[in-house]
């Protein structure tokens, strides 16, 4: 799969399931390109989503949500992910 295949899929995942205002989602992969475990096909993603819905809930709360949503995601194509709730 290729990097802008991906978010295409995360963020309409995620707006699928979670009241979104906006969903930015940058590519990271570089910082990890040099990494041991760095992997061919493994993205690094860096996810803000600005969610009313979200901000309500505590972090690990929301997080969670995020994680269930991206499941397949981050067992097949996702190395590292960061996520940030505004």
Known sequence: MEV???I???KKKIKENILTEDIIIKDKTFLHL???????GKFH???TIISKELSKENKI???????KILDFELKKYIHSIQILIR
Do not use: D, G, P, R
């Not at 040099?34 to 061919?40: C, E, F, L, M, P």
């Not at 709360?61 to 994680?67: E, L, R």
């Open 61 to 67: 709360k929301a997080t969670k949500k995020i994680y």
């Open 45 to 47: 993603l860096e996810l």
């Open 4 to 6: 802008n295949e991906l």
């Open 8 to 10: 295409s899929i995360v």
């Open 34 to 40: 040099k990494h041991s475990s760095h992997k061919q």
